[in-house]
């Protein structure tokens, strides 16, 4: 056991250049350890330019000063004194998966070196004609090889220095003038400093991915932290209030809070599932950087170009189309209307203000976050509730159980790429006689406006427009929808506006897309135009009779379409709806101008 244990000694304490017990101990910055004298020779070796670890291959810049490292020496010594001495062990002969020196006689050492010159391995020993003969210090070492051979020309016998681009392969001085005659040809150390290029760029993209990766993984860290703060303060409120309501509210603030904190791991669990893939994802890069960096580093050309397309390429990442954190439902609101003894609480899906948006990467774009809000209007709803609810409470258990479990802090589906896509969310748009202008008739079941050379007879109410040919949809618009509007021989306003715009006065303060409560595309027969706050914008693209409107509430996102054989994106608004929407339209035209809402199903 003590001669194991002394063996186990002379290993851990023996320089890894010499094979000797150090000397002079110095400690490099990579942690590794070597004799003062045979570090400072190998980092002094002709065309060694940049000073690295024997062992590691780890490089520095500038060169590391060297200074002893006195309590390893005073360990060496009080060492010594107990009797280990440096004996060739076994460790330093060679094995059966060591290179082994070339001009060792008997029981073969380690090499420590291979020579490209001399295609020949060198120990220690037998390698210091090369650290003092002037001739062979002009020879190119590298680390220890058992595949030089694979350098010599098997047609010629001849050294392998040019590389053939035609063919893909090495060959030699001889094979150029030969069998590789009018091929494209250069030196084999040109081909590798044009393929390190290569690899140096790939590189590159790799660390741009991590760094992508990483960003997301703070964002999603973020989102943990914000639901738990969320879930956590909403909690807090509603106990509260609840505190404060009969014996029958005691148990429907149990049931909310578990709903809650359900929600809140449900939430939770799926923001770790997807930060475990990032993370997994830039394992898998930082392992294929290090793949790159260690063929980088064999200093043999031959060896490097005849590992190089061993790489595997590049696979399309799935982050490609980046993470998508569309503008959210992060809560639902428990909103709870006025009530009569008999009526129930009603439970209304919060449109959320804000949204993380994550776009598609090249990876050069950037993840836009807003404030974020997820449990907080429990807190308003429950608040708002008490002092009504005690003869009704064993009729909420349902609606507040949807209102929780309709938080939704991840990965909203994406918009839709094609018309089918649409569809899915395509809704029947009524239009709402109490809104329209009278001088517009309504028909097709209320999808159809006209514009008519004669007033309408319809019933004053406070609702109608009375300035501009606008009507409003009856319907109300949160979640995703898509519709469509035909158009015929008009201008057409295609809009989407809260409930509380004004219906009279000037365009600042009922007209579609001139105020802070509506948006709108202007649709002409030669341009659109998209209104907004009176700002008005330009839009290009293909003139259609048809305008499809896509609307997702939570996300913030409004996106019109000229709809004909196909589908074009004739511009996108990003914001944050603050009430619910109705769609709308404005028939700027003349007698027997029209706008339709369309069936799509």
Not at 129 to 135: F, L
Not at 224 to 230: K, Y
Not at 285 to 314: T, V
Not at 497 to 514: A, H, M, Q, T
Request: with cysteine.
């Amino acid at each position: 056991m003590a001669q194991q244990e002394n063996q186990l000694d002379r290993v851990k304490f023996s320089c890894s250049i010499c094979l000797d017990l150090l000397k002079d101990p110095v400690t490099i910055p990579c942690g590794h350890s070597y004799c003062m004298k045979c570090i400072k020779d190998f980092w002094d070796e002709e065309e060694k330019k940049i000073p690295s670890c024997p062992l590691c291959r780890e490089t520095f810049t500038p060169r590391p000063v060297l200074v002893k490292n006195t309590m390893l020496a005073d360990l060496m010594e009080d060492m010594k004194k107990t009797g280990l001495q440096a004996a060739p062990a076994d460790h330093c002969y060679a094995g059966p998966e060591d290179v082994a020196c070339d001009f060792c006689s008997g029981r073969k050492l380690k090499a420590v070196k291979s020579c490209l010159f001399c295609l020949a391995s060198y120990c220690q020993k037998h390698l210091q004609p090369h650290h003092d003969v002037a001739p062979l210090k002009k020879h190119k070492l590298v680390d220890p090889s058992e595949n030089l051979q694979d350098n010599i020309c098997s047609r010629h016998g001849e050294v392998m220095k040019m590389f053939c681009r035609t063919d893909q392969k090495c060959i030699c001085y001889l094979c150029s003038v030969d069998e590789h005659k009018g091929h494209d040809t250069v030196s084999a150390a040109a081909e590798r400093t044009e393929r390190q290029r290569e690899m140096e760029v790939k590189r590159q993209q790799i660390q741009q991915e991590i760094q992508d990766r990483e960003k997301d993984v703070k964002l999603l860290q973020q989102e943990v932290e914000a639901i738990d703060q969320s879930a956590d303060k909403t909690v807090e409120d509603s106990e509260e209030i609840f505190t404060e309501l009969i014996s029958l509210l005691q148990k429907r603030s149990s049931d909310v809070k578990q709903q809650i904190r359900s929600q809140q791991e449900t939430e939770v669990r799926r923001v770790r599932e997807l930060e475990e893939k990032l993370q997994q994802e830039i394992s898998d890069l930082k392992r294929r950087d290090a793949e790159m960096k260690q063929l980088r580093d064999i200093e043999d050309h031959n060896q490097f170009l005849h590992n190089y397309p061993s790489l595997s390429p590049l696979s399309e990442s799935t982050h490609s189309s980046s993470i998508s954190i569309r503008p959210l439902t992060h809560s639902s609101s428990i909103s709870i209307r006025p009530l009569t003894h008999s009526s129930s609480i009603s439970i209304r899906p919060l449109t959320h203000s804000s949204s993380i948006s994550i776009r598609p990467l090249t990876h050069s774009s950037s993840i836009s976050i807003r404030p974020l809000r997820y449990f907080q209007d429990v807190t308003a709803a429950v608040s708002e509730v008490r002092g009504r609810l005690q003869d009704i409470l064993r009729d909420t258990l349902t609606n507040v159980s949807q209102a929780v479990t309709e938080v939704d802090v991840l990965l909203s589906q994406p918009e839709p790429t094609s018309r089918a896509g649409f569809l899915k969310y395509s809704c029947e748009i009524t239009l709402d006689p109490n809104t329209v202008h009278t001088w517009l008739l309504l028909s097709e079941e209320n999808r159809k406006v006209t514009v008519m050379n004669q007033r309408q007879s319809y019933s004053s109410h406070p609702d109608r427009f009375t300035n501009l040919h606008q009507v409003l949809s009856r319907e109300s618009l949160t979640g995703r929808h898509y519709w469509e509007v035909e158009k015929k021989a008009c201008v057409v306003f295609v809009a989407v506006s809260y409930k509380n715009i004004s219906r009279s006065g000037g365009l600042n303060k009922s007209g579609f897309g001139y105020n802070d409560k509506s948006w709108s595309l202007r649709c002409s027969s030669e341009s659109y135009v998209f209104n907004l706050n009176d700002i008005q914008t330009s839009i290009s693209g293909p003139q259609s009779s048809r305008i499809g409107v896509y609307l997702d509430h939570r996300a913030g996102v409004l996106s019109f379409y000229s709809v004909s054989g196909t589908m074009t994106l004739l511009h996108r608004v990003q914001t944050s709806f603050t009430q619910l929407l109705h769609a709308g339209v404005h028939v700027y035209s003349p007698p027997g101008a029209s706008a339709e809402f369309c069936k799509l199903k």
